[in-house]
């Protein structure tokens, strides 16, 4: 089963930048998605983008549309999610997953990493 462990995570300022990092290991699958769940304390997991295993297809949901840049890296097996003017409501651990396809949801999805906190606070 394919491994994923999230890093890169911390606090920041409002408007600040963050990059996280999913490194995954074991055996991955061809054409299979990775992408970025957050779960809010008190709130639901929800989806906030995801690239295809190629990287020419992303879907980003509207929180993250305009800040926020997902990217990954085939040769090293590592996705990443580049956070800019990152808001208060962005706080909130953060979820690498992997699924069959860019637009993950978590009844789809087949790995995830173990979380990775972010914090935005002034």
Do not use: H
């Not at 890169?8 to 300022?13: E, I, K, P, R, T």
């Not at 930048?17 to 290991?25: D, E, K, M, T």
């Not at 906030?48 to 840049?69: C, M, N, Q």
């Not at 040769?75 to 860019?102: H, I, W």
Request: hydrophobic fraction near 35%.
């Amino acid at each position: 089963q394919v491994q994923l462990v999230e890093s890169g995570g911390g606090l920041v300022q409002p408007g600040g930048s963050l990059r996280l990092s999913c490194a995954a290991s074991g055996r991955t699958f061809r054409n299979y998605a990775m992408g970025w769940f957050r779960q809010a304390p008190g709130k639901g997991r929800e989806f906030v983008a995801g690239i295809s295993w190629g990287g020419g297809d992303l879907w980003y949901e509207d929180p993250a549309k305009g800040r926020f840049t997902i990217a990954r890296d085939i040769a090293k097996n590592t996705g990443y999610l580049q956070m800019n003017f990152l808001k208060p409501e962005d706080t909130a651990v953060y979820y690498c997953a992997s699924g069959p396809r860019v637009r993950l949801t978590s009844d789809v999805v087949t790995s995830w990493g173990q979380g990775t906190q972010v914090t935005v606070s002034s």
